[in-house]
């Protein structure tokens, strides 16, 4: 008899853990809207460059600024410019995840490129960008600004070579 009781209560415990896992299931996500580009204020943060690499990291972030949560649902739209002339785009490497952003939350996608070898670009396929703009998944033709700034957060530039930005997947930024 005593047996039934604690079985009994050792499968509320168990249920009720799971439904508070389940709680932060992508397919909850669903439910909320996707993240819209006018919601999003973007950043793009250059890394200090590793010794002896002829490839440069960085970091694309958004935060949502809309009054409710979005789904950040794939890799964004990210190309940095020189003036009207030659462009890098940024490419996904990967499978992506949803990635829930509450108000004021935040969203991270690492980013590797091409570096000159040099103090400057050198190269024919070398550029210092102007600018770049980024969008949303699937918010095509809403491009936004990305200010570009180092990792003190003072205004730079990236030295680019070639046309292609390799994107790690979107993940949530910690903290």
Same mark, same amino acid.
């Given at each position: 008899m005593r047996k039934r009781p604690l079985t009994v209560a050792a499968l509320a415990v168990l249920a009720l853990s799971g439904g508070l896992v389940a709680c932060d299931d992508p397919r909850v996500d669903a439910l909320h809207a996707k993240c819209a580009t006018?919601?999003?204020k973007w950043k793009v943060t250059v890394l200090?460059?590793?010794a !002896?690499?002829?490839h440069r990291e960085g970091r694309l972030s958004a935060v949502n600024t809309g009054s409710g949560k979005c789904?950040?649902?794939g890799y964004p739209?990210? !190309?940095v410019f020189l003036g009207k002339g030659p462009f890098a785009n940024g490419v996904g490497q990967g499978r992506t995840r949803p990635v829930g952003l509450p108000s004021g939350g935040s969203v991270v996608i690492d980013f590797r490129y091409r570096d000159p070898a040099g103090a400057g670009p050198a190269l024919g396929d070398c550029f210092t960008n102007g600018h770049a703009v980024a969008a949303a998944p699937r918010d095509t033709g809403n491009d936004a600004m990305a200010p570009i700034?180092?990792?003190?957060?003072r205004e730079t530039g990236m030295d680019v070579c070639g046309d292609v930005i390799r994107m790690a997947?979107?993940?949530a930024a910690a903290g």
């Amino acid at each position: 008899m005593r047996k039934r009781p604690l079985t009994v209560a050792a499968l509320a415990v168990l249920a009720l853990s799971g439904g508070l896992v389940a709680c932060d299931d992508p397919r909850v996500d669903a439910l909320h809207a996707k993240c819209a580009t006018k919601n999003l204020k973007w950043k793009v943060t250059v890394l200090k460059k590793k010794a !002896r690499t002829t490839h440069r990291e960085g970091r694309l972030s958004a935060v949502n600024t809309g009054s409710g949560k979005c789904v950040f649902g794939g890799y964004p739209a990210f !190309r940095v410019f020189l003036g009207k002339g030659p462009f890098a785009n940024g490419v996904g490497q990967g499978r992506t995840r949803p990635v829930g952003l509450p108000s004021g939350g935040s969203v991270v996608i690492d980013f590797r490129y091409r570096d000159p070898a040099g103090a400057g670009p050198a190269l024919g396929d070398c550029f210092t960008n102007g600018h770049a703009v980024a969008a949303a998944p699937r918010d095509t033709g809403n491009d936004a600004m990305a200010p570009i700034q180092d990792e003190k957060g003072r205004e730079t530039g990236m030295d680019v070579c070639g046309d292609v930005i390799r994107m790690a997947p979107p993940r949530a930024a910690a903290g």
